[in-house]
């Protein structure tokens, strides 16, 4: 039933959002997959119920964005406990995380928040990963976060410091192509050489969502919003990152300013339409 | 140079207003003062969480106007931050915050207000419960000895609550929903009323009731005994019809099951 592990042909799905989720369960369009925010089904309320019936003809994939695994305090085991309850319940195809931080001092602060890429961070992070997985009994799919500032000391590459996490703790990542594009306007990452230090065959799942231009004090700032289509320099990066990684599944992702589903349907098609010819298709680094 | 969780302290204490420092020393400029990026990430975590509270509270919202729910919102985020990442479970102190905000004294109907749109957003992520099989719990019900029917507690559905106010706040709401009529206007009377908040139909809904039936489900809801709770319900009402107030929760489906509560010490036989 699950069509998303590596070897398997991938699709792209879209991010299941409530005011498409009448539509969904009336028309039921051909779409590869869902993917759902983990933390809005934890009530056990009318959505979950809705969630169960529409998971019986769409893989599903849950999509954490509260567990912090960057917090150097530890996970939140209460939080951890509700996410591998939700987990066992659903049996998504996919279950992933957030290489960021939300929790700290007892306050939740709703924003995957920068972390130092230090040594430092690769220890807290690398704990909370295993503790993460050793409790969900499965393998957790970390994804590259958003920036829009660098800390002074942050001495490892964005990029080494997520392959050196594969490494250390068994996770797969969730390489989120937007967010690539966001991170080198904003803090200079080098979005070519981040797909060269990954392990291809760690990569179990992309993600794409258009980003805003904001002005701040004369200088341009990107804004990962999810508010728009997928922009050109992120369909481009994402046809480099399939060449590096073969065929993967992917996630259309939009939470602002949402549109009529077939809008996501068409960017989802978009996708479908790159991710065909590299089925099959070996793993390469790329030049750049 | 700050370990991380200095850091994540600093971070925190910044994005919640105050002045951190040494956060800012810590941030690389990169074209742009740390202010600034610092202030990206203060920006969405006040406007998504004011988003969060006005999606709970649109009433609330409707009352004051967008601008001075965002002022409230600010100073009630910085007071009571969220404290786990459930975000439908934040906001629930909102009310009592409204209370005591000194801008919002001269609507003194305002918390009561936000109280009944929390019991509201609150009944609408309540567990969903399988509907009760009435008369297989009537039939448990009756195989009770006269001794156990004292002691009985209902579990009731658990999208329930109960609330009371001096206020008008069931027509304040309804005047201030999409589709109200815009001139229609609320007099405050200083009638109170006793509401009852419930999930029909994966909607959430309330309605108002006489004081005896009210007293009687609120107390049971609140986990006393049936006793205790039918005693207090005819003492609100002498007149209530108890018998038909109890059948009416076995008809509506509100009481899911029953336990017994110890007997207590100086009763248990010898």
Known sequence: MCGLSRGTPARAGIGLRAPHVDEILVTRPGLGWLEVHAENYMD????????EALRQDYPLSLHGVGLSLGSAEGLNLEHLARLHALAD???????????????SGGVYL?????????????????????????????????????????????????????????????????CDVNNLVVSAANVGLEPLAY???????????????????NDADGVTVLIDDHGSRVRPAVWDLYEAALARFGSVPTLIEWDTDLPPLAVLQEEAAAAERRLEPSRGAGHHALAG | ??????????????????????????????????????????????????????????????LVDDRFFGYAADAYIRDEPPTEPRLFAYGGGFADFLAGFPPCHGLPYLPDVARLEWALHTASHAPAVRAPDGPALAGALETLIRDERTRIVFAV?????????????????RANQPDADPEASVVLDGESVHLEVRRARDQAG??????????????????RSLEDAAAEAL??????????????????GLLVDFTLTPIREETRPC
């Open chain 2, 157 to 173: 559905d658990p999208s329930v609550r109960y609330l009371v106010s001096p206020h008008p706040v069931d027509r304040i709401w």
């Open chain 1, 89 to 103: 319940r659903l049996a998504p195809c996919l279950v992933s995380e957030h290489l960021a931080w939300s929790l």
């Open chain 2, 206 to 223: 309330f309605r108002s009731l006489p004081l005896g039936e009210w007293t009687l489900r609120a107390r049971l809801a609140g986990g």
């Open chain 2, 235 to 252: 003492s609100a009402d002498g007149e209530l019809n108890l018998a038909g107030a109890l059948g009416a929760l076995f008809n509506e």
């Open chain 1, 110 to 174: 709703n924003h995957l928040l920068p972390l130092p890429w230090t040594d430092e961070t690769l220890v807290v992070v690398s704990d909370n990963v295993r503790r993460a997985q050793d409790r969900l009994g499965r393998r957790l799919l970390v994804e590259n976060p958003s920036s829009y500032l660098r800390f002074l000391v942050s001495p490892i590459p964005e990029g080494e410091f997520m392959a050196e996490l594969t490494r250390r703790t068994g996770c797969g990542v969730l």
């Open chain 1, 44 to 51: 056990g309320g009318p959505a979950l119920a809705m969630l």
């Open chain 2, 1 to 62: 140079m700050l370990s991380l969780a200095d850091l994540q302290r600093g971070m925190t204490a910044a994005l919640l207003g105050a002045d951190a420092e040494v956060v800012r020393m810590a941030v690389a400029p990169d074209g742009l003062d740390p202010r600034a990026r610092l202030g990206i990430y203060r920006h969405h975590v006040r406007t998504s969480l004011t988003a969060v509270l006005k999606d709970a509270y649109p009433v609330v919202c409707r």
């Open chain 1, 195 to 213: 797909l060269n230090a990954l392990p291809a065959d760690a990569v179990g799942e992309i993600h794409l969502a258009g980003h805003a231009e």
